[in-house]
Every structure is written in structure tokens, then in C-alpha cells.
């Protein structure tokens, strides 16, 4: 049996504010405190959601262990991202859902010490919960606030607590 995870117009609200620190500023400045965080808590990884985000960390060299992406950037197809060195792996997530595929896909991606690079036939924005979930403590998930910059999580026992609590009033439908 495979479950699905649905937004529901009461867990829709929580994912309008950032769910980490919000860093501010063009894709330079926010890589530059970034790599000032990463070199500041050392994580033990770091994850990113979404292609801007992915593609610009590596751009500067700050490289995800896990890049989570979907061809998609501000909701637009953009040309797609092909991150040496991960082991790729696709996975269908629709818009607005957890898939069951999609949370295995990311605890066994986590579980490994291989890089790895989980596309998403759909929509990766949910991911990010399941990232927070199944990270080491004090990883770093990383993900774009359009307009704005970057969010930037660190895995703590709180953190995932609120991911929980989120996911958990998620609509539940068993196939």
C-alpha cells in the first residue's frame, strides 16, 4: 500500500512563511553568508530544494549532498540540471503532494554516503519537510524564497518537531 500526503487549505498557511532563516539578497550574496554558515556549523550534509537554489550552490561550491529538483523554476520549465558526480534518481511527487516514492527516495538518499540528485516529475516545494524529517541533526536544507533569497534550516529536534506537526495535517489517502 502506498500513502500520499495532500496540502489542505489549514496546512497551505504554513508553508507561506519561511520555514528556516531567510537570507536576503541576490543569489552572490546569499551564497557568500551561506558558505559562511556552512564554514561556521560544519553540517554533517547539506540539502537543497528547488533548481535555483541547487544550481547556484553549486555554481559556488557549496556542493549539496542532496539536490532535490523538478525542471521548474518560479513554476517555468527551465532547462534541466545535471549535477556531476550524484547518482540521479526520478521520482513522480504532483503538485501539492507527499508521495510515498518521494519520502523513500530522500531517507534512502540520506541514509547513504553517496551524492545523489532526486528529480522530481512534478513538484519538489513539499520535500522539504521530508529533508527536515530524515536529515542528521544539524544538517542544512536549503531552499528558494522567490523574490527574496534563500532559506536556510538547520536540523534540530524542534525543527523536525514542526515538520511533523505539519505533514501529520496533511490529508492522508492510501492506495
Excluded: C
Excluded at 107 to 121: C, E, F, G, P, S
Aim: charged share 20%; aromatic share 4%.
Amino acid at each position: 500500500m502506498s500513502v500520499t500526503y495532500i496540502v489542505t487549505p489549514e496546512t497551505m498557511s504554513a508553508f507561506k512563511n519561511p520555514f528556516g532563516t531567510l537570507i536576503q539578497g541576490d543569489p552572490t550574496e546569499t551564497m557568500i553568508r551561506l558558505a559562511g554558515i556552512v564554514w561556521k556549523q560544519k553540517p554533517p550534509k547539506i540539502i537543497s530544494v528547488g533548481d535555483t537554489v541547487s544550481k547556484n550552490l553549486h555554481k559556488h561550491g557549496i556542493i549539496p549532498q542532496l539536490a532535490i529538483t523538478d525542471n521548474l523554476a518560479m513554476r517555468k520549465k527551465i532547462t534541466p540540471q545535471i549535477f556531476e558526480g550524484k547518482h540521479l534518481i526520478k521520482v513522480k511527487n504532483p503538485q501539492g503532494t507527499i508521495t510515498q516514492q518521494a519520502i523513500d527516495s530522500i531517507r534512502n538518499a540520506l541514509q547513504t554516503k553517496d551524492d545523489a540528485h532526486i528529480l522530481v516529475d512534478g513538484e519538489e516545494d513539499l520535500l522539504t519537510l521530508v529533508a527536515v524529517l530524515y536529515a542528521p541533526e544539524n544538517a542544512l536544507v536549503v531552499y528558494g524564497q522567490p523574490n527574496q533569497g534563500i532559506v536556510v534550516v538547520r536540523v534540530t529536534s524542534k525543527k523536525r518537531a514542526e515538520a511533523e506537526r505539519i505533514w501529520g495535517a496533511m490529508k492522508t489517502v492510501k492506495k
